[in-house]
């Protein structure tokens, strides 16, 4: 059972395994661990973090929360070995892990440097010059920006469970504001061994960063005027996960074969031609020998099947990058085969209408690009 971190304590929840989500390996479905906000004193958290985690920051200067930011990120640094493994599990490549580990650490610097050069090294910030408030010279008032003294709930989208949180600490902890975390069930075990690692460190006061694992609904009632929701995210579909495909089908007349006697068939020639034209925008493979490829976005995953006469795509994602991924790999598709009568129709799986891209804009694009030369 994934334990959260509450009141500076790690608490495990009491579900039970039938009741909590069960999380599973993105490549081998072996269960990671079951997911569960049940019975975890949300209230008490936000309580703790506006008594004792605001108070402590809002004690500091703009300077020294920015060193906080710098001990945070050399934290980080020390056991990202441990967040690239996991991150296995949740199916990424060792890019894509550092591409999300490696860039939370550099937002973390980033803001720190901006706030010692940007900021006083004051505990607050005064905006403008005096102002008269009276005929005479002697009855004068300064504007004073202070830290809110409420909390930052931040919920976290799947696809970035390390830099997301951290990019929310960076803002959070320069402006005096204690931050509790809500990841995204599906990576929440990496979230989980990001705050171990930040509180094992002990780099930050008491009271930040607190993170609730599982459902955090009744949470968002709890919230006051001083308080800041960071979200990213998009609605659930009715799935676990977005997935849309399409076919692309061969031009008459010609022969496409699903075997490599036939290296010349369409599908063939255009699949592994399909990963490579988008390199540029994803890491991607194509296995000559089983006709079939992958692709992995920033926001998602798509394949690809030589098969008699068409060549399958599909592409999962959350619900919010769905449509994005659509249009990228259809614009791409239509345009690289403009001289085809080419045609992508999406079919998305929870029975919702997809995207049609046909060749005509690729062939409207080509015809203004040889005009213009």
């Excluded at 985690?53 to 640094?77: E, I, K, S, Y």
């Excluded at 004073?144 to 390390?162: D, E, I, K, Y």
């Excluded at 290296?263 to 592994?272: E, I, K």
Aim: glycine fraction near 8%; hydrophobic fraction near 35%; proline fraction near 9%.
């Amino acid at each position: 059972m994934l334990q959260s971190h509450v009141q500076d304590t790690w608490v495990t929840p009491t579900a039970t395994e039938e009741s909590a989500v069960d999380v599973r390996d993105a490549v081998t479905g072996d269960l990671v661990c079951h997911v569960s906000s049940e019975d975890l004193d949300v209230e008490g958290a936000f309580a703790h973090a506006r008594r004792v985690g605001g108070p402590a920051l809002r004690d500091l200067t703009f300077h020294q929360r920015a060193a906080l930011l710098d001990a945070l990120a050399a934290a980080v640094r020390a056991r990202r070995e441990e967040l690239y493994a996991l991150s296995a599990r949740a199916g990424a490549t060792l890019t894509d892990a550092r591409y999300d580990v490696d860039g939370g650490i550099r937002v973390l610097r980033d803001y720190a440097d901006r706030a010692r050069a940007e900021l006083p090294d004051a505990p607050y910030l005064v905006e403008g010059p005096a102002e008269r408030l009276a005929r005479g010279e002697d009855f004068l008032g300064v504007h004073l920006c202070t830290p809110s003294p409420g909390l930052m709930l931040q919920v976290n989208a799947f696809s970035f469970p390390v830099w997301a949180p951290l990019e929310k600490l960076a803002q959070a902890v320069p402006a005096g504001v204690p931050g509790v975390v809500k990841p995204a069930t599906p990576t929440a075990y990496l979230t989980a061994q990001l705050v171990r690692i930040v509180t094992d460190a002990g780099v930050l006061p008491p009271g930040t960063p607190q993170m609730v694992v599982g459902s955090v609904r009744p949470a968002l009632g709890l919230l006051r005027k001083q308080d800041v929701l960071s979200f990213t995210g998009s609605p659930p579909p009715p799935g676990r996960c977005a997935r849309t495909r399409t076919s692309w089908p061969a031009p008459s007349g010609s022969t496409p074969r699903p075997t490599p006697s036939m290296p010349s068939s369409w599908p063939r020639t255009y699949g592994p031609a399909r990963p490579s034209h988008l390199g540029r925008r994803s890491e991607t493979s194509w296995d000559e020998e089983t006709g079939a490829g992958r692709l992995v976005f920033p926001n998602g995953t798509g394949s690809l099947t030589a098969t008699e006469g068409a060549l399958l795509l599909a592409v999962e994602s959350d619900a919010g990058h769905l449509a994005l991924l659509e249009d990228v790999v259809g614009r791409h598709l239509v345009r690289f085969g403009t001289k085809d009568e080419l045609v992508v129709e999406w079919h998305r799986d929870t029975g919702e209408p997809g995207t049609t891209r046909r060749n005509d804009s690729a062939r409207q694009h080509l015809d203004r690009h040889r005009s213009d030369g």
